[in-house]
């Protein structure tokens, strides 16, 4: 998990100014009777084209507009989401092209099957 959290926190810095901050929240939701803890990494930076967001978890896979911004493998993502749902979670991200991106990681509070 720290392999993750850590991916989500480089590419959040990688991507922003530095005139805004990376913001990290942990919380807890219900949902369908079943606890999760969600940790959120936001960011102001450059944002995920919509077009591209079905696809961002894929290996290899960059956002257009950040080819040109930083270099990277287009790995982190793809190894973020894998090690989450080895834990029984998953990632989702919400994202505005040129507003910022909100990644979240949903963790189960209790392991399956108890």
């Not at 090690?83 to 919400?94: C, K």
């Amino acid at each position: 998990m720290e392999r993750a959290l850590g991916n989500l926190l480089t590419n959040a810095i990688k991507y922003s100014s530095n005139e805004h901050a990376v913001i990290v929240t942990i919380s807890e939701e219900i949902q369908d009777d079943v606890p999760w803890a969600l940790v959120m990494v936001q960011d102001q930076g450059i944002g995920i084209p919509a077009t591209e967001l079905s696809y961002i978890f894929e290996p290899f896979r960059r956002a257009s507009n950040g080819v040109s911004k930083a270099s990277g493998t287009g790995l982190g993502l793809a190894s973020a989401q894998h090690f989450i749902e080895q834990h029984g979670g998953r990632i989702t991200v919400e994202s505005q092209e040129g507003i910022g991106s909100t990644f979240t990681i949903w963790l189960p509070m209790s392991p399956e099957g108890s």
